[in-house]
């Protein structure tokens, strides 16, 4: 079974920046989108940045600019550079790798933005 792990959060002060890892325990065949989702406390997950196989990205609008998605050499791993950081990005970080036959999920990864 293949696992996604996450790696990259943690405390970050406002207009800070992190980058997130999502990296694939295996191979992972005919990918079709990459994508970071978030929920923060009380709140459902939203969608904040996919990348297709294409090579085309999707952001929230709440992104604003801020953050971007990229796939790693390894094409197993996808990240998320986050810039600027706001209070109201805390929330934890999920990231999503859809094939042709199965989503995979990540445990998720703590990002909390306060002084």
């Known amino acids: 079974q293949v696992q996604l792990v996450e790696s990259g959060g943690g405390l970050v002060q406002p207009g800070g920046s992190l980058r997130l890892s999502c990296a694939a325990s295996?191979?992972?065949?005919?990918?079709?989108?990459m994508v970071w989702y978030r929920q923060a406390p009380g709140k459902q997950r939203e969608l904040v940045a996919s990348?297709?196989?294409?090579?085309?990205?999707n952001y929230a609008d709440f992104v604003e600019g801020r953050f971007t998605i990229s796939r790693g050499n390894a094409k197993n791993t996808v990240y998320l550079q986050m810039n600027s950081l706001k209070p109201e990005d805390t929330a934890v970080y999920y990231c999503?790798?859809?094939?042709?036959?199965?989503?995979?999920w990540g445990q998720g990864t703590q990002v909390t933005v306060s002084s």
């Open positions: 999503n790798i859809v094939s042709m036959w199965s989503p995979y």
């Open positions: 990348l297709l196989s294409s090579g085309s990205t």
């Open positions: 295996a191979y992972i065949f005919s990918i079709n989108t």
